[in-house]
């Protein structure tokens, strides 16, 4: 079976990005032998697991046709809230309000997009600002610490095993299960799709695109309340932008995955490999000794790649036949 020039351009369109994982992944093996080391992958997937957490969220927001690049800042807001009231009202208290909290930022988000259909970057790219200003403002411009970090059981979340297994692991994956049974398993998930993919006829067709797209950023929220939790947890203390930049690497890890930028294609596991692909390769990158903020070109450049194959593949070539 041969494959012509079009065939090799449907499967690049589709599955290029995992082609090029896999050749990533044998180039970092043969750099350095500790890549494929079982602790340094089981390092990997656990210190993917908070930008993971928070894909999961973004997964849905992205599928229902929007974007949220609030999450970043957000997420910083998370976690200076419960690290700020754990040592006032106790971990009991402070997690559930914590999670309440940022719940209202994503509700409010929602109803800005859903309800008065607004665009949603510019009013996540707004909030991004917001938040920011606003996190800075709850701790007075200071990061924060618990004080007594030896005598919580606050750190369960983010240094804890089971079984062996990192508690951020189970979480993420737990949260995945869920969120997958969720997206593929209910007529929310349908829901979801059918807004994404068409929101005047889902809307013609008696969904309510408003509510969906409201609940979208509900469980984006949710999300990042997790992360912030697991990122608290962790280290016990946190500078107050903690989560700056991080809206770049989810969108980058949900588009790695296979979500469509134009809504209504994406699933929660393809999400889970697109944070793991991301993941290795940052590691990859730092093991053959390219320093830290070679990333930061990196992700820019696989977000081009993955956008860029995300059109090729809704037109059939990689290249624009009017080129």
């Given at each position: 079976m041969t494959l012509n020039k079009q065939d090799i351009g449907r499967l690049l369109a589709k599955q290029g990005i995992l082609i090029a994982f896999i050749v990533f992944m044998i180039g970092f093996a043969l750099a350095n032998q500790?890549?494929?080391?079982?602790?340094?992958?089981?390092?990997?997937?656990?210190?993917?697991?908070?930008?993971?957490?928070?894909?999961l969220g973004v997964?849905?927001?992205?599928?229902?046709?929007?974007?949220?690049?609030?999450?970043?800042?957000?997420?910083?807001?998370?976690?200076?809230?419960?690290?700020?009231?754990?040592?006032k009202i106790g971990p009991a208290l402070a997690i559930p309000a914590m999670f309440a909290l940022t719940l209202c930022l994503g509700a409010f988000i929602g109803?800005?997009?859903?309800?008065?259909?607004?665009?949603?970057?510019?009013?996540?790219?707004?909030?991004?600002?917001?938040?920011?200003?606003?996190?800075?403002?709850w701790s007075g411009g200071k990061n924060m610490d618990i004080a007594d970090k030896a005598g919580t059981w606050f750190s369960v979340f983010g240094q804890d095993r089971i079984m062996g297994i990192p508690v951020p692991i189970l979480i993420f994956a737990l949260l995945a299960a869920v969120l997958t049974l969720l997206l593929?398993?209910?007529?929310?998930?349908?829901?979801?799709?059918?807004v994404g993919g068409n929101g005047q006829a889902a809307t013609f067709s008696g969904i309510p695109r408003a509510r969906v797209v409201f609940y979208t950023y509900l469980i984006s929220a949710f999300c990042v309340a997790v992360a912030g939790l697991l990122q608290a947890s962790r280290s016990l203390g946190s500078q107050n932008t903690v989560g700056?930049?991080?809206?770049?690497e989810v969108l980058a890890a949900v588009i790695l995955g296979g979500a469509s930028l134009l809504g209504g294609s994406g699933t929660v596991f393809k999400t889970v490999i697109g944070v793991l692909i991301l993941g290795f390769i940052q590691n990859g990158l730092l093991l053959v000794g390219l320093?830290?903020?070679?990333?930061?070109?990196?992700?820019?450049?696989?977000?081009?790649?993955?956008?860029?194959?995300?059109?090729?593949?809704?037109r059939g070539r990689l290249w624009s036949p009017i080129a």
């Amino acid at each position: 079976m041969t494959l012509n020039k079009q065939d090799i351009g449907r499967l690049l369109a589709k599955q290029g990005i995992l082609i090029a994982f896999i050749v990533f992944m044998i180039g970092f093996a043969l750099a350095n032998q500790r890549f494929i080391a079982i602790d340094n992958i089981a390092g990997v997937i656990r210190s993917s697991a908070i930008l993971g957490v928070m894909a999961l969220g973004v997964t849905f927001v992205v599928i229902g046709g929007n974007l949220d690049l609030s999450v970043g800042s957000m997420m910083s807001f998370s976690t200076i809230v419960v690290l700020d009231l754990h040592d006032k009202i106790g971990p009991a208290l402070a997690i559930p309000a914590m999670f309440a909290l940022t719940l209202c930022l994503g509700a409010f988000i929602g109803f800005l997009v859903g309800y008065l259909k607004l665009n949603s970057l510019i009013v996540t790219l707004g909030m991004l600002s917001a938040i920011h200003g606003l996190t800075l403002t709850w701790s007075g411009g200071k990061n924060m610490d618990i004080a007594d970090k030896a005598g919580t059981w606050f750190s369960v979340f983010g240094q804890d095993r089971i079984m062996g297994i990192p508690v951020p692991i189970l979480i993420f994956a737990l949260l995945a299960a869920v969120l997958t049974l969720l997206l593929s398993k209910t007529p929310f998930g349908r829901k979801v799709y059918a807004v994404g993919g068409n929101g005047q006829a889902a809307t013609f067709s008696g969904i309510p695109r408003a509510r969906v797209v409201f609940y979208t950023y509900l469980i984006s929220a949710f999300c990042v309340a997790v992360a912030g939790l697991l990122q608290a947890s962790r280290s016990l203390g946190s500078q107050n932008t903690v989560g700056q930049g991080l809206e770049l690497e989810v969108l980058a890890a949900v588009i790695l995955g296979g979500a469509s930028l134009l809504g209504g294609s994406g699933t929660v596991f393809k999400t889970v490999i697109g944070v793991l692909i991301l993941g290795f390769i940052q590691n990859g990158l730092l093991l053959v000794g390219l320093d830290f903020y070679v990333q930061y070109i990196v992700t820019w450049a696989i977000i081009i790649l993955a956008v860029w194959l995300d059109v090729a593949a809704k037109r059939g070539r990689l290249w624009s036949p009017i080129a």
